[in-house]
C-alpha cells in the first residue's frame, strides 16, 4: 500500500484507500490516514414505522419502533428498493446530524408518548457501513430500557457483527440468493452473509428473521429455494422467512414483478423445512 494509505477491513470489498478517498459504500474514507465512519450520525430518513414493515413477523406484533436510515452501501442490487439513499454519498442526498444521545432521547420521548413505540431500527440503507453510529446508539438506546432492531444486508465482517450483535434485540437480515456467483455479481459475498446469520442465530437475545426478495431469472428456481430454506433450518429450524416479491426499480426495469403464484410457490418449498414462512408484497 502505498504511504498514508489505509485498508477497511469492515466488508469483504476490503477497499484500500488512498488518503482523502471514499470507500465503495460512500460511508468510510480515509481520513488523515486512518479508516473512518464518515456517514456516523448523518440521518437522510426517519420515521415511526410498525415493526412489521421491517419485516419482523414474530417479534412485538402490532408495536412500532423509531426507523432510521443513511446514504451508502456496500452492495450494488441493480434491483435496489432504496437506491435513491443506498447507492448515493454524502453530496448526492440532504442528511442532518443526529448523535447518538439524540436518537436515544427521541425514543424515550416517543416511547412516553406512545407505550407501543418500543425502540430504535437501523434500516433502510445498509446501517452497518456506519457499524460504530449503530453501535454507539444501541448502547444508548438499551440504557434507556428499549430495544435495538437491526435491518441489514449482513455482508460485513465477523468483527462488526461480533460488535453489535450483543445490542440487537430483533434482526431481519436479507440473504439475497443462495449462490456465491449471484452475491459476486453485486459485490458481496454468500459466505460472509451466511456467518453473520450464524453469529445471530447464536446470539441468545437476538430474535432473528431472514428476507429473501425473489427476483425473476436472478434466485427464482425451486432448487435456489430449497437449498436456501433447507440451509436456515439447519442452523435453526424456528427462524423465520420472508419470501418478498420483487418490483422493477433502479437498474433493473427489463422484467416485470414476480408473479405473485411464483412467490406463492417457492414460500411452500421453504414451508417444507420451515414452520414459519411469509409471503410479502403480494
Ligand atoms: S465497508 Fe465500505 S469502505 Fe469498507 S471495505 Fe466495505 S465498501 Fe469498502
Not at 40 to 58: C, F, H, M, N, Q
Request: glycine fraction near 8%; include cysteine; proline fraction near 6%.
Amino acid at each position: 500500500m502505498r504511504e498514508g494509505a489505509a485498508r477497511c477491513e469492515a466488508c469483504p470489498r476490503g477497499c484500500e484507500l488512498q488518503r482523502g478517498a471514499v470507500g465503495a459504500c460512500r460511508a468510510r474514507a480515509n481520513v488523515d490516514g486512518s479508516v473512518a465512519p464518515v456517514g456516523y450520525g448523518r440521518v437522510t430518513s426517519i420515521a415511526v414505522d410498525p415493526v412489521e414493515k421491517k419485516p419482523l413477523a414474530r417479534w412485538k406484533p402490532g408495536h412500532t419502533v423509531l426507523s432510521l436510515g443513511s446514504y451508502g452501501c456496500n452492495l450494488r442490487c441493480p434491483w435496489c428498493q432504496n437506491h435513491s439513499i443506498s447507492q448515493v454519498g454524502a453530496d448526492d442526498v440532504p442528511w442532518r446530524e443526529l448523535s447518538p444521545q439524540d436518537v436515544a432521547d427521541l425514543a424515550v420521548r416517543l416511547h412516553g408518548e406512545d407505550p407501543r413505540m418500543v425502540g430504535v431500527a437501523y434500516t433502510y440503507n445498509e446501517p452497518l457501513v456506519a457499524w460504530e453510529f449503530v453501535r454507539d446508539c444501541s448502547q444508548l438506546v438499551h440504557d434507556a430500557g428499549l430495544a435495538n432492531v437491526l435491518v441489514s444486508a449482513g455482508c460485513v465482517s465477523a468483527e462488526v457483527v461480533r460488535a453489535v450483535a450483543p445490542l440487537v434485540d430483533a434482526a431481519n437480515i436479507d440473504l439475497k440468493a443462495f449462490r456465491e456467483d449471484t452475491y459476486r455479481r453485486i459485490g458481496g459475498s454468500l459466505q460472509t452473509v451466511q456467518e453473520t446469520i450464524r453469529l445471530l442465530a447464536d446470539e441468545p437475545a437476538c430474535h432473528l428473521e431472514v428476507t429473501t426478495l425473489v427476483v425473476p431469472g436472478v434466485n427464482d428456481t425451486d432448487d435456489e429455494m430449497d437449498q436456501l430454506s433447507a440451509w436456515l433450518a439447519s442452523m435453526d429450524p424456528d427462524i423465520t422467512l420472508h419470501v418478498s416479491r420483487f418490483f422493477p426499480n433502479w437498474r433493473m426495469r427489463d422484467r416485470g414483478p414476480t408473479p405473485v403464484r411464483r412467490v406463492y410457490e417457492l414460500a411452500d418449498v421453504a414451508r417444507a423445512y420451515l414452520p414459519h414462512v411469509y409471503t410479502g408484497n403480494c
